[in-house]
């Protein structure tokens, strides 16, 4: 009968996967529950071994290994409850149930056939040469019922798709090639039905991912680092013109711009620039992604839109004025203030009539720039 020994697990079991665990929880806590699947996989492969008539375990390895995951998710909750839950709208529930039977659905059209070609690797392998084998399934299974059950903010959890997929590809891989890959003929017809087969899948997921009310393409110069919109936009000229000649740390005013103005300017936007219609390129409202998946504040988020439509409102005050002239003065930064064809100029002409700052760019009065140091 073999002995596994606390230090046949000491480098891999009792650190990596603890480390593992904890890093993708600081780095991305959506997939923190497939970490834990992991290190509850390899508990599991141990006390499934133990039971094992060629192997036991020693004792002290299995206490030592249950005070290391123990340990480990106390800091992830910890991380977990600093980072994600106290600062973050997202919501996590359950599935309906229709979504949870679309979800069972595609699950098993997707997955099974790697699934099934695991279980060829799993059939060639010896009894003691099985543990990794179920460490990766149990993630992969786990992956799985998670993202059929829950529901997470922005419909994230179809991400556990992914992990299912990182979990299972490799071992799935060996069993293909040792079950139906035995000539180099056999090889070829695989890879000529897969490739056919792999870009219809995503080109049909693409172009029905593409919002019917998105925003129109826009024509760039890209021979350079920095893009730049070309000549014919009414646009161009302003923008290269605030990545060219104003400070680095200048906060960039715009008024719900049609297009990301800090691919074009490299500067700091005061608000989001959240067009009426989405953006290509990160298709998800900035409040969406700002406050209910990366943690900014709702307070924060909401007070610079009420700043930014003050600055092109046609009804301030005196007094109105001073406060976002203030406002703006406390980020102690310049500012580039941009005011488009449509936008509301009162601000503007109460800025001048003050002197405070000057005009940058002027395209005969259709779109300005002001400069405030």
């Known amino acids: 009968m073999s002995v596994i020994s606390l230090r046949y697990l ?3 079991e009792l650190i990596t996967v603890p480390m593992f665990v904890v890093a993708i929880t600081a780095v991305y806590p959506n997939i923190f529950p497939i970490a834990a699947i992991v290190l509850v996989g390899l508990i599991a492969t141990l006390v499934i071994k133990n039971f094992d008539l060629s192997q036991s375990i020693e ?11 123990g340990i480990t998710l106390i800091v992830c909750a910890g991380i977990l409850k600093v980072y994600a839950i106290d600062t973050t709208e997202s919501i996590i529930a359950l599935s309906s149930f229709k979504a949870s039977a679309k979800k069972t659905v595609a699950a098993g059209l997707s997955l099974t056939p790697f699934g099934i070609a695991m279980l060829w690797t799993w059939r060639s392998k010896l009894p003691e040469d099985r543990g990794f084998l179920l460490i990766l399934g149990t993630a992969f299974i786990g992956s799985i019922f998670l993202n059929i059950l829950m529901r997470l903010g922005a419909l994230n959890e179809y991400k556990f798709f992914f992990t299912a997929g990182i979990s299972i590809i490799a071992p799935a891989m060996v069993g293909v090639e040792r079950v139906l890959l035995k000539t180099n003929k056999s090889r070829w017809v695989l890879l000529g039905i897969l490739l056919p087969l792999l870009a219809g899948v995503m080109l049909s997921y693409a172009i029905r991912r593409i919002p019917k009310d998105g925003s129109e393409y826009l024509e760039v110069q890209e021979n350079s680092f920095w893009l730049t919109l070309a000549s014919s936009n009414p646009d161009s000229d302003w923008t290269k013109l605030i990545r060219t000649e104003t400070p680095v740390n200048t906060i960039l005013v715009v008024n719900h711009p049609e297009f990301h ?3 074009f300017t490299g500067r700091t936007l005061l608000a989001p620039s959240e067009g009426e219609k989405y953006h290509f390129g990160y298709n998800m409202s900035s409040r969406t992604n700002l406050v209910k998946l990366r943690g900014y504040s709702k307070q924060l988020f909401e007070s610079r839109y009420d700043l930014l439509h003050s600055i092109y409102s046609s009804t301030l ?3 109105m004025m001073n406060t976002v002239l203030k406002q703006l003065k406390s980020f102690q930064r310049p500012l580039a203030i941009v005011f488009g064809p449509n936008d509301e100029r009162l601000f503007l002409h109460w800025l001048k009539k003050l002197n405070v700052g000057f005009e940058l760019f002027n395209d005969n009065e259709e779109r300005i720039v002001y400069f405030i140091p």
């Open 59 to 69: 004792r002290k390895t299995l206490v030592k290994l249950l005070l290391v995951s």
């Open 10 to 12: 000491s480098r891999f």
């Open 261 to 263: 103005t800090t691919s």
């Open 317 to 319: 005050s005196t007094k």
